[in-house]
């Protein structure tokens, strides 16, 4: 297969595509102990115009496109059979995503063979502007692959989760906080465990994998992003 990729080491990130790692991750029988992914989807428009409607979202929400960026001409269906066969058997899925593809999301996952464990909120003490309802959460489907697994934190994790979303300077647009990913890490999986994000950003879920004595696998097609989350994931390490 055209780019195929020796996957030998843990604890970085693979500046490449996320399909063409999956699919050489499958070549290989490589395969994670839990997924945690804020994969590109379409995003609600609806931006001013010309300095129109001033309350409307502006910078990269403010695009009419449905897009945050522009290397993101992907669909949900060309990834989620390929992390489903990435996951051990009895092993689970955090997948971030918003109103507007929470059903295709759901349906794909479901088509492809995973079972819906639950949708979760994360309250994000923020607004993104909106001329319907203001914007204060984002969700995320909890999936499972074969049978039905707890959660380390039986009984004291509820559904909706409140962690403050990062303001002002980002290291990416869609940037989630370490926290956040941690609460799910940790529910999730165990020590030296292998937490896998084909869709890495600056890199905070392997951020959050280390810090919890994970083990971290992921890749991130944008050289720029690629090389803010080798450095967090080194500083990390350390």
């Not at 994670?32 to 990269?60: C, E, F, M, Q, W």
């Not at 918003?98 to 949708?119: P, S, Y």
Request: aromatic share 10%.
């Amino acid at each position: 297969m055209k780019g195929l990729i020796r996957i030998l080491e843990l604890n970085k990130i693979y500046n490449t595509n996320a399909i063409e790692f999956m699919k050489s991750m499958i070549l290989n029988g490589t395969q994670v102990d839990l997924l945690v992914t804020d994969p590109p989807y379409k995003v609600i428009s609806g931006g001013g115009r010309d300095g129109a409607h001033s309350k409307r979202p502006k910078g990269v929400l403010a695009r009419h496109d449905g897009k945050l960026f522009d290397n993101t001409d992907i669909k949900i269906s060309d990834w989620m059979q390929l992390v489903y066969d990435c996951l051990k058997d009895n092993s689970h899925a955090y997948i971030f995503t918003n109103a507007l593809n929470l059903n295709e999301m759901l349906n794909e996952a479901l088509k492809v063979g995973f079972k819906l464990h639950n949708i979760l909120v994360w309250e994000k003490n923020n607004c993104t502007p909106s001329q319907f309802y203001m914007k204060n959460c984002e969700y995320i489907l909890f999936l499972r692959k074969g049978k039905a697994k707890w959660i380390n934190d039986i009984g004291g994790s509820k559904t909706v989760h409140q962690f403050n979303n990062i303001i002002g300077h980002k290291l990416h647009p869609t940037e989630k906080p370490v926290d956040l990913l941690k609460f799910y890490i940790a529910n999730s999986s165990k020590e030296n465990d292998v937490v896998f994000d084909p869709f890495a950003g600056s890199g905070s879920t392997g951020v959050a994998a280390l810090e919890l004595h994970r083990q971290f696998l992921g890749c991130e097609l944008d050289t720029t992003y690629c090389k803010i989350a080798e450095k967090r994931i080194s500083d990390a390490m350390k």
